[in-house]
């Protein structure tokens, strides 16, 4: 119930960025008709680019609300998935800029798409509140292939977290009063990845800032998937 609650609280903020997103081009279509009074206007190309923009936002927005169903292990597209993010980060439009490094021909994971999803929306999540009062906050994600796994590491360079933080961060925290599910979004991204096959810690670094990475087994066609509990 925990992670069923958590996901939903997640993804409904992601779902005000996609809404938010669909303003702009859904205006700009109510205004064509307006538009092709001016000879000088290029219609055409306004209404292509809003179109794309719209059908976009609207796919995105039907895989943010598509609801979490019993899912095999099985193999994920991590770049996918990580596009997935990227794609909500720039709806939500922060003013932390949000660098992918993920490396080329990475093979597939073995898990839960859709666990992955919700453990990276998680971490953006945190790193965004711990950016939030800066202009120049610089989140990073990459993914690359380790000893027969796969490391995917979300950090950023915010404040970082002061030693007693880092031995409490996969606690349940006590909630606030306006936010209930506040102090679980990285309790819930640890299950999940547990219950995908994989893990996340904190990997404390020597730069500023928080950084965190999840491992996922490489996905092997010989092997049989095995059901999430």
Excluded: K, Y
């Amino acid at each position: 119930m925990l992670v069923a609650a958590n996901r939903a609280a997640s993804f409904a903020v992601a779902a005000r960025w996609v809404l938010h997103d669909l303003r702009s081009p859904a205006q700009s279509l109510t205004l064509i008709a307006d538009l092709m009074t001016d000879p000088a206007t290029e219609v055409e190309e306004i209404l292509r680019d809003s179109c794309r923009r719209l059908a976009h936002a609207i796919e995105l927005l039907a895989r943010v609300m598509q609801p979490a169903a019993p899912a095999d292990i099985g193999p994920i597209a991590v770049q996918e998935a990580i596009g997935f993010i990227a794609d909500l980060h720039r709806a939500a439009r922060f003013r932390a800029a949000l660098e992918l490094s993920i490396q080329p021909s990475l093979p597939a994971a073995a898990g839960i798409g859709r666990h992955l999803e919700h453990a990276l929306l998680n971490l953006l999540l945190n790193a965004m509140a711990a950016l939030r009062s800066r202009d120049d906050g610089i989140i990073r994600m990459a993914a690359a292939q380790e000893r027969g796994h796969l490391a995917i590491t979300v950090a950023d360079d915010g404040p970082g977290l002061p030693p007693a933080a880092a031995e409490r961060l996969f606690q349940r925290l006590r909630p606030r009063e306006t936010d209930p599910l506040s102090g679980i979004g990285l309790l819930v991204a640890r299950e999940v990845m547990r219950l995908s096959g994989g893990s996340l810690d904190h990997a404390p670094d020597t730069g500023p800032g928080a950084r965190f990475v999840i491992t996922l087994p490489i996905w092997r066609r010989e092997a049989l998937p095995r059901s999430a509990p």
